[in-house]
């Protein structure tokens, strides 16, 4: 029997542009599973990073709104200074404190939806230079979720996909421009 994943959850910070602009393209314009991406950024960074993704994927790319409902074939971005949350089919924003030097925090978006999702959740560990997202990957594998982390070696800043290494049990563990590629077949209906 194969899994179905609802949600595919991404975090990146240092390096992270270059990591996206390699891991986007991957994706076809019918892919379904929606993205949601923690990227750290500057607090009072504006929508020029979505528009500057859109560049790159054939996917609708947006920064995510408050109750926003969660749609296939988007890629959406937490907005700076805006923790994001997921709950079942819908995103929520928070101005809570920040977790692990940052707000957004992947750590936030990771446990949130691992508890929205389950087995049901893809989450990945992108290029970083701290550890925010450790914490979240290992209570995305408590709850059954499928874990990929860039190999450090391949990482402009090896800190959080090594990090995440050392939290919790991975699924796999590959170079950046195998990623995208891994991610299409694994959430393709009839895999």
Known sequence: MTRQFDL???GCSLGGMRALETLLPAFPANF????????????FSNEALPAHYRRVTKL???DVDDKEWIRPGHVYFAPANYHLLVEEGVFSLSVD?????????????????????????????????????ARGAREVKNRGGFLVVQDPKTAEAPSMPAAAI??????????????????????????
Do not use: M, W
């Open 97 to 133: 404190d920040v977790v692990a030097f940052s707000r957004p925090s992947i750590d936030v978006l990771f446990e949130s939806a691992a508890e929205a999702y389950a087995d049901r959740l893809v989450a990945v560990v992108l290029t970083g230079a701290n550890q925010d997202g």
């Open 166 to 191: 050392a939290a919790a049990r991975v699924d796999r563990i590959l170079p950046l421009d195998r990623i995208g590629p891994f991610l299409v077949e694994l959430c393709s209906p009839g895999r």
């Open 60 to 62: 609708k790319v947006v």
């Open 32 to 43: 379904e599973t929606p993205i949601a991406i923690v990227q750290h950024r500057y607090r």
């Open 8 to 10: 595919i959850v991404v």
